[in-house]
T-cell receptor
Framework: KAGVTQTPRYLIKTRGQQVTLSCSPI?????VSWYQQTPGQGLQFLFE???????NKGNFPGRFSGRQFSNSRSEMNVSTLELGDSALYLC???????????????FGSGTRLTVV | DAKTTQPTSMDCAEGRAANLPCNHS???????VYWYRQIHSQGPQYIIH???NNETNEMASLIITEDRKSSTLILPHATLRDTAVYYC??????????FGDGTTLTVKP
């Protein structure tokens, strides 16, 4: 079956612009999480959605937002881009979200965002 | 969430077992140990997870000490394709964790 699909794979934006990244989970997966990966900070959790509701949120400013659609596809948006937002943004999906315990995440290959 | 400590890097000969340690001395009773790996330019890949008992699947084995303060991921017969960064995560919800720096495993011919 198809894996987690993230689009676009690469993106270059200018400071101050906004960007929207897309994630299509594995068919049947209803939980989608987003991560930011940078060389200095490692892989950091942004937020998680299940059944169109944000269930968990990491420690990121309000410029970072997301949403999930009824077909479980998810988007994340970053407004007023800063140079420090340059990173690999990863999406992961999982079939279930049960009392805060979730496992077996399948990650996509990510979107590499460069802010200039 | 409990913090984890892993060696920065390790080498392993092809065909030999790779044993990757992880310390998580502040783990609490309801926290699971997860292992993921990330091969260059790809997203992390789930390997295995466990609570207190040792676990084995087609990819690896997970050995958790009785006091649960440390664990070891074992790749029984490492191949060149196992060269990756291996992350040990302790949390009730792996989706919320910060992965940390992990261990860069290099499998050598």
């Amino acid at each position: 079956k198809a894996g987690v699909t993230q689009t676009p794979r690469y993106l270059i934006k200018t400071r101050g612009q906004q960007v929207t990244l897309s994630c299509s989970p594995i068919s049947g997966h209803r939980s989608v999480s987003w991560y930011q990966q940078t060389p200095g900070q490692g892989l950091q959790f942004l937020f998680e959605y299940f059944s169109e509701t944000q269930r968990n949120k990491g420690n990121f400013p309000g410029r970072f937002s997301g949403r999930q659609f009824s077909n479980s596809r998810s988007e994340m948006n970053v407004s007023t881009l800063e140079l420090g937002d340059s990173a690999l943004y990863l999406c992961a999906s999982s079939p279930k979200f049960d009392r805060g315990f979730n496992y077996g995440y399948t990650f996509g290959s990510g979107t590499r965002l460069t802010v200039v | 969430d409990a913090k984890t400590t892993q060696p920065t890097s390790m080498d392993c000969a092809e065909g030999r077992a790779a044993n990757l340690p992880c310390n998580h001395s502040t783990i609490s009773g309801n926290e699971y140990v997860y292992w993921y790996r990330q091969i260059h330019s790809q997203g992390p890949q789930y390997i295995i997870h466990g609570l207190k008992n040792n676990e084995t699947n087609e990819m690896a084995s997970l050995i958790i000490t009785e006091d649960r303060k440390s664990s070891t991921l074992i790749l029984p017969h490492a191949t060149l394709r196992d060269t990756a960064v291996y992350y040990c995560i302790v949390n009730t919800n792996a989706g919320k964790s910060t992965f940390g720096d992990g261990t860069t495993l290099t499998v050598k011919p």
